[in-house]
């Protein structure tokens, strides 16, 4: 069994910043790629950001040069930093992972999502 647990959430204003972080349990013997999903109210979920066991990051336009993703192995951690929040930051956001267990299986991993918004 594979979890993921996200923390870091909250209410930031306008130009602020934010960490969030995701963290793996279970028998795990790789995470690739790890990512972060959002869904804000009435809308379909959206990729923010993703990085490969590589090293290779990729982020949506809109928060190109504000956020950040970031990981530690040793941990089966990762984060997302997020500066110069926007309102249209606002949403729930989720970490997301393929995961290789101990019994070879490959993990569509979803964490339950924590809250992020930006308002004055």
């Known amino acids: 069994q594979v979890q993921l647990v996200e923390s870091g959430g909250g209410l930031a204003q306008p130009g602020g910043s934010l960490r969030l972080s995701c963290a793996a349990s279970?028998?795990?013997?790789?995470?690739?790629?790890m990512a972060w999903y959002r869904q804000a109210p009435g809308k379909q979920r959206e990729f923010v950001a993703k990085?490969?066991?590589?090293?290779?990051?990729e982020y949506r336009d809109a928060v190109k040069g504000r956020f950040t993703i970031s990981r530690d192995n040793d941990k089966n951690t990762w984060y997302l930093q997020m500066n110069d929040l926007k309102p249209e930051d606002t949403a729930v956001y989720y970490c997301?992972?393929?995961?290789?267990?101990?019994?070879?299986?490959?993990?569509?991993?979803w964490g339950q999502g924590t809250q992020v918004t930006v308002s004055a």
């Open positions: 279970g028998s795990i013997v790789s995470i690739d790629p």
């Open positions: 997301h992972a393929l995961v290789v267990s101990e019994d070879s299986w490959t993990h569509n991993s």
């Open positions: 990085l490969s066991s590589s090293g290779i990051a």
